[in-house]
């Protein structure tokens, strides 16, 4: 599967979309093979981290048209459905380095990334409208959450592009750098992560993600989580290391 390269770097699972031709508009098959990686990364324990970007100019061109024609003829499940299932129930970090356009769900994806960084270039566009078509990847729910509801509505309902600026102004970017600076800073930002106590990690997203929806609820359910937390072997070695003045190292849990 060559449209999507899966490279392992220590803790860090790196996925790119290759398929600069075409600007990296999403296949079948390269939903499949992005499933796969988000999988294998999932399994191994040596993987901590993700982290997704695309090859060329452009992050992803959304949905590849060609295949859109052929399943609207086909009556097939949305071959799409897959990765959205997992993509948006991951339970370790996504990092996603946007190296250029994201349209469509080169854009939606963005929403169940838990850190996004972004060239100076980069241009978000979801113009689902415009192809006749409805949001997908849940941005109906996430974006309106994300941006607030009226600027979701203009990039929704109007499809109108943001640059990089807009996009880190609207906190759907958490930074913003110079294309010979994406690669790097992403990766030192997954190593970061990767050297953290990795069951707290997971701890963490799943609570940002799928706590409790009021105070009361998310109250109670942090303590539950934060006693058992201060009884963990990562809670442990971080406090043991305190106290020696050594740097903790959270290398053995998984
Ligand atoms: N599906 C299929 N092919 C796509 C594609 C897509 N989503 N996006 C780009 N391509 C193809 C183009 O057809 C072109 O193929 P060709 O060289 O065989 O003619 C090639 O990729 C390069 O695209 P091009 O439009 O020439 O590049 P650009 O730099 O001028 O523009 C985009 C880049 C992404 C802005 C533009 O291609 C675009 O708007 N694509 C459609 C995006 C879209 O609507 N996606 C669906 C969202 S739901």
């Not at 600007?23 to 098959?29: F, W």
């Not at 990334?113 to 849940?138: C, I, K, N, Q, Y």
């Not at 934060?226 to 740097?247: G, T, V, Y």
Request: overall charge neutral.
């Amino acid at each position: 599967m060559t449209d999507i390269l899966v490279t392992q770097s220590g803790p860090v699972l790196e996925i790119v979309l290759n398929r600069p031709e075409k600007k990296n508009a999403l296949t079948r098959a390269m939903y499949d093979g992005i499933v796969d990686a988000f999988k294998r990364g999932e399994g191994d324990p040596a993987v901590r981290v993700m982290l997704i970007t695309g090859a060329g100019d452009t992050f992803c061109a959304g949905n590849d048209i060609g295949d859109f024609q052929v399943r609207a003829t086909a009556d097939e499940a949305f071959h799409a459905s897959p990765f959205l299932d997992v993509l948006s129930t991951l339970a370790k970090p996504l990092i996603a380095a946007v190296n250029g356009q994201a349209v469509g769900v080169g854009t939606t994806m963005l929403a169940h990334a838990d850190l996004v960084l972004a060239v100076h270039g980069a241009r978000f566009v979801m113009p689902f409208t415009s192809l006749g078509l409805v949001p997908e990847a849940a941005s109906s729910l996430l974006f309106p959450r994300l941006v607030g509801l009226q600027r979701a509505s203009a990039l929704l309902l109007l499809g109108e592009p943001i640059d990089a600026a807009t996009a880190h102004h609207w906190g759907l970017v958490n930074q913003v750098v110079g294309a010979e600076a994406l690669m790097p800073t992403a990766r030192a930002l997954a190593e970061r992560l990767a050297a953290l106590p990795p069951a707290a990690v997971r701890q963490t997203k799943d609570l940002i993600r799928n706590g409790a929806p009021d105070v009361p609820g998310r109250i109670a359910q942090e303590l539950v989580q934060f006693r058992d937390r201060l009884r963990s072997p990562e809670a442990a070695e971080a406090f043991q290391a305190f106290k020696e003045k050594r740097k903790a190292d959270f290398s053995r849990f998984s």
